[in-house]
């Protein structure tokens, strides 16, 4: 699902997409916001366990201003006999030659491609992390640092700056090779550069505990009023002086709402949904106490329920 503003319910609503009618469908009225679509992504599916040998694309990809060729550069490809009489054959050592000037960025495209297909962010994220990777490679400092951490920072900051951000446990989950600590130091050392390029700060935007509410509620299957409370919650929280991370504070106003609907969860499947460790979540709580009431719909629970929260 995503989020479409809806001219009959007249905000932003959740749309639903029948790929086999081409239609986008508002989930709370059912009115048809665009009808036949055009699909534009893959005609085909390519698996792991299949030959690349019998790869069933009819056309190669998008024009990519990041490449030296716009990445239209053609490639002979191999019979349907071994790779080794390819390579020994007349066209294969000619394309051998033939060095791409562009073949370690297109592996780091490849590379962003996996993490953002594993994290399901959007194109815009991937082709702004592609972005500053270019800048970034274009410098040529990246002799002798960790690679896989250079690549999921570009990924980190380019969720920042689409206001999509993900937590650096999300991204070091997807980045092979690159711990939390590394990737700090590489988005550091990311920002550095491209300020010293640039000449001015690089804006991220700011993150706010409500940028990950909706994905954490959705990763631990809340219905939809507790989703709409958690946001209201968080969005008054924002104006207490508590001194918490905005994670840290999304995973506590989760537990809070939790234990006031009947489908409670535990502590460590909040813990585990929103990557928060489950004393940090407490400690968070305990801020958040004494302003239940000023927080808290009214709507979703009253001064009773409230009462039989536990004192922490």
């Known amino acids: 699902m995503a989020d479409t503003f809806c001219r009959d319910c007249n905000k932003q ?15 709370e009225c059912g009115l048809v916001l665009e009808a036949h679509s055009i699909d534009e992504t893959s005609e085909w599916r390519t698996f792991a366990n299949e030959s690349n040998d019998n790869d069933p694309v009819r056309v190669g990809g998008p024009y ?4 030296t060729d716009g990445g239209l550069s053609t490639v002979i490809s191999k019979p349907n006999g071994s790779s080794g009489e390819f390579l020994n054959s007349s066209l294969g050592k000619w394309q051998g030659r033939g060095a791409n000037p562009d073949r370690n960025l297109i592996q780091a495209f490849k590379s962003i491609a996996i993490m953002s297909d594993r994290l399901g962010l959007v194109t815009t994220i991937k082709d702004r992390a ?17 690679l896989d951490a250079i690549l999921a920072a570009c990924l980190y900051i380019a969720c920042r700056q689409e206001n999509k951000p993900r937590t650096v446990k999300e991204i070091c989950s997807v980045a092979n090779n690159a711990t939390k600590k590394e990737i700090g130091r590489a988005k550091e050392f990311i920002v550095k550069l491209l300020e010293g390029e640039m000449g001015q700060s690089v804006e991220m935007g700011a993150i706010h505990a ?17 989703v709409k409370a958690a946001q209201e919650v968080v ?5 207490l002086d508590i001194r918490r991370s905005p994670i840290s504070i999304a995973a506590a106003v989760i537990h809070i709402i939790t234990m006031l609907s009947n489908d409670k969860k535990p502590l460590k499947d909040i813990s585990v949904a929103t990557r928060v460790a489950e004393g940090t979540i407490k400690n968070s709580y305990k801020d958040l106490y004494p302003h239940l009431s000023k927080i808290i719909p009214s709507w979703f629970a009253k001064e009773e329920d409230l009462k039989h929260l536990p004192n922490p």
């Open 130 to 146: 592609n972005e500053i990777y270019k800048k970034v490679e274009d410098q040529k400092p990246l002799k002798g640092r960790n």
């Open 13 to 27: 609503t959740e749309v639903v997409f029948d790929h086999a009618a081409g239609d986008t469908i508002c989930s």
């Open 64 to 67: 990519n201003p990041l490449l």
């Open 210 to 226: 409500a940028d990950y509410m909706r994905r954490f509620c959705s990763n631990l299957g809340m219905t939809n009023q507790e």
């Open 235 to 239: 969005l008054k929280s924002e104006e």
